[in-house]
C-alpha cells in the first residue's frame, strides 16, 4: 500500500509511534483495567496522566512557574471570546493586529464585548504582508493587543514576537505552538487549539499570566473563566479526557524527537526547501512574503489553473493528501506541522517537479 | 485478572465491543490510510461519520423533524450559560425546579445573566424528593423552565416529565439521556454531556426546537451560539472530532441492543434489583424517595461508617471499582449507565450480601 503523507491543516497528522501506543494502550491502560476513555477525570490514576500532561508542556516550552495551564474545551474560537471577557477588566477597549481570516475573526468577536482597536492591518495587500511595526498604531489604553503568530489559512507566521511596549501581549498561536521555541515571558497569554501541533481536535491549551487572573467580567461563561479553571485545575467541569491524554502522548514524541530546539531545525529544513522548490518552478508559485512564510502552511498556486484538478487527483493517487487549500480560499496547501516527517515533503516535492515536468 | 466492573459516574464505563471496535479502527478508519484522529472535519470521510450518528442519534431518541441536534463542546456546565444566553430573547427570567446539587448550579449560572424564578425546591428535604406539582409556582413570564432529569450525585429522578402548560419546557439529561424513551415533542431544548451514558468526555449533545433559533442575546460567544451552530451543522469551528466519532460507535452498539425501549427494560431490571438489595438489608440504605429513585445513579449509605474504608477496599479487590460517593457527598454510589452489564450488578449486589453477612 502507498505510504500516506496527510498535508491537512488541522485537525492533522499525528506522529505513527503516539497512534500506535494510543492503540496499544486503548482496552487496558497500564493494567489499570480499564480504557482511558472510561476514567473518571478525578480518578487518581487519570489526575496522574492530567498532571503528567502539563509538567511535559511546561518544560517543553519553558513556561515560567507565574505562568498557568489550562486546558479547556472550544478550541482557539471559544478563545476568541473568553480573552476579552477575561482580559478588558475596566477597560473599554481591546486591540488587534490584523494579518489575514484568523485574526480577523478573533477581532469581530471581541466586538461583542467592547471596543476594537486596529493596530495596523494587511489588507491592502490581500494579508501577503505583516505591516511593518513602524505603521503599527498602539493605543495605551487597550487591556491587551492580540496577534495570530500564525494565519493558517493565510500562511503567515511572524517570525518575532512583536514589541508592543508595557502593553499585555496576546498570542493565537494554534497553528504553530510547540513549533519553535518561544519566550513566554514576553506574553500576557497565550492560546492554542490542539489539532494542528499538539494533539487532537476537543482541547485547548491556554497559558496565562498569573497576575492577569481575577478580572474575568460577570457575564463570562464559567467553563471560559480562567480564574475559576485555573482554581480548579483546568476540572471546573469534566474535561476532554481522552484529548488531553493523547496531547500528553504528543508531548511525550515530541521530548522523544529532542524537544522545541530540534523540532525547530526539522521544521526550519522542510519549509525551506518546499518553498525553494515553489520559488524556482514556473508552474507553482507562493504569494506570502519572504519575511514572514509560514513554516507550517505553504500555501500555493498552480499557473495553469486547468491543471488544478488533476494536481490534486494524482497527489491523492500517490498518498499525498488533503493538499486543497482551505475552503474560503481555493488553491492548494501543504500543512507541514511538527508531525510530518521530512520524507513526506521529499516525495511532496519529487510529486511536484514531476507534475510540473509531464504536464507545465 | 478479575473483571472490572466500573461504577463510575462519569466519564464511565463504555461497552468493551465500541471499545474493541475503536482499537481496530485507530490506526486506519474503514481502509482510509488515515486515523480519525487525523481526518479534517470538514473532509468528505469524517463528515460521513459525523452525519451518520446524528441520524443515529435522531432515529434512538425518535427526535422530530424541526428539532436540530447539536455537538457541541463545553459540558452540561457550558449549557448552563448557553441555554439562558440563547433562550431568554427580551424576557428578564428564567424558572428553575431545583431538584439537587446539578439544579442548583444550573440555576447559579443563570443568574448571571437575568432573574431566576425559582419553580419549587427540595432543599428542605435534603433533596431526597422532587416536590409535588402541586407545590410549584410557575411564572409565566419565564423564558423558560429548567429542570434537570436526573441528578446525578443526588440519585434522584423525574419519572415523568414535568407538565409546565404553555411553558417552554427545558431540561438537562447528561445522566439519563438514552437510557429511557423520551417524548422530545414535549421539551423547547434537551442538552447533555456525553461522559456517562452516550461517549467520552468532550461533547456535548443540544437538541433544540427550531422555533427557539434565532433569539441569542449578542454577548453569546460564539461557539454556544446555537442559531450559528445550527447553520453551520455544529462546524462553526474545528468540532471534538474523535469523542463525535466514539458517541456514533456507542449509538451503533444502543442500536444493537433493540434501541431505547430495550435497554429502558434492563435498565428497570438492574435498579429495582440493586435496590431491592439495598432495602431489604440492615446494613445498607438509600434515602430516596420510593417515587424518585434514580435508575442510573445508585447512592447508598452503610450503617456502621467505620466500614466503609474496608468496603471500598474489599469491592476494589473484587474488581467493582469507582464505587465511592462524589466528593461534595461522600457515601457511596453506583452508576449503572446503558453500558454497565446486568452481571456487573449481579456481581455488585452479590459482594454487599457477602460483605453484610461477614461485618454486618
Keep these: 500500500m502507498t505510504k500516506i503523507y496527510n498535508f491537512g491543516a488541522g485537525p492533522s497528522m499525528l506522529p505513527g509511534t503516539v497512534l500506535q501506543r494510543a492503540q496499544e494502550e486503548l482496552l487496558d491502560w497500564h493494567g489499570a483495567g480499564i480504557s482511558v476513555l472510561e476514567m473518571g477525570h478525578r480518578s487518581q490514576v487519570y489526575t496522574a496522566i492530567a498532571e503528567k500532561a502539563e509538567a511535559d508542556f511546561r518544560e517543553l516550552l519553558d513556561v515560567p512557574a507565574d505562568y498557568r495551564i489550562l486546558f479547556l474545551q472550544g478550541g482557539a474560537t471559544g478563545q476568541f471570546s473568553a480573552v476579552p471577557l477575561n482580559l478588558m477588566g475596566d477597560k473599554a477597549k481591546t486591540a488587534y493586529l490584523l494579518t489575514g481570516v484568523w485574526s480577523e475573526k478573533a477581532a469581530a468577536e471581541a466586538l461583542r464585548y467592547g471596543e476594537v482597536h486596529v493596530v495596523a492591518t494587511g489588507r ?8 511593518q511595526p513602524e505603521q503599527w498604531l498602539l493605543d495605551s489604553n487597550a487591556a491587551y493587543v492580540h496577534y495570530t503568530a500564525n494565519e493558517t489559512i493565510g500562511g503567515v507566521e511572524f517570525q518575532q514576537i512583536p514589541d508592543v511596549g508595557a502593553l499585555t501581549l496576546v498570542s493565537d498561536m494554534s497553528s504553530n505552538i510547540l513549533s519553535r521555541p518561544v519566550d513566554v515571558s514576553r506574553f500576557g497569554l497565550i492560546y492554542a487549539g490542539a489539532q494542528k501541533n499538539i494533539g487532537p481536535a476537543g482541547i485547548t491549551v491556554v ?21 475559576k479553571q485555573a482554581n480548579n485545575a483546568s476540572m471546573l467541569n469534566t474535561p476532554p479526557t481522552y484529548n488531553w491524554y493523547m496531547l500528553g502522548l504528543v508531548l511525550e514524541w515530541l521530548k522523544e524527537q529532542g524537544g522545541i530546539a530540534a523540532l525547530e531545525q526539522k521544521n526550519i529544513r522542510k519549509s525551506a526547501k518546499l518553498y525553494a522548490a515553489i520559488d524556482r518552478s514556473s508552474l507553482y508559485s507562493n504569494p506570502i512574503g519572504l519575511a514572514c512564510r509560514s513554516r507550517m502552511n505553504v500555501p500555493f498556486r498552480i499557473a495553469d489553473t486547468e491543471l488544478e484538478e488533476r494536481f490534486l487527483k494524482d497527489s491523492v493517487r500517490e498518498g499525498l493528501i488533503n493538499l486543497e487549500g482551505h475552503r474560503s480560499v481555493g488553491d492548494f496547501r501543504a500543512s507541514i506541522y511538527n508531525a510530518m516527517p521530512e520524507e513526506g515533503v521529499d516525495v511532496l516535492i519529487e510529486f511536484m517537479r514531476e507534475f510540473e515536468r509531464r504536464y507545465g
Tied chains: 1, 2.
Design 124 to 131: 491592502a495587500e490581500s494579508y501577503t504582508k505583516i505591516p
Design 207 to 227: 497559558i496565562v499570566r498569573e497576575d492577569l487572573l481575577g478580572r474575568a467580567n460577570s457575564i463570562t461563561p464559567s467553563v471560559f473563566d480562567y480564574t
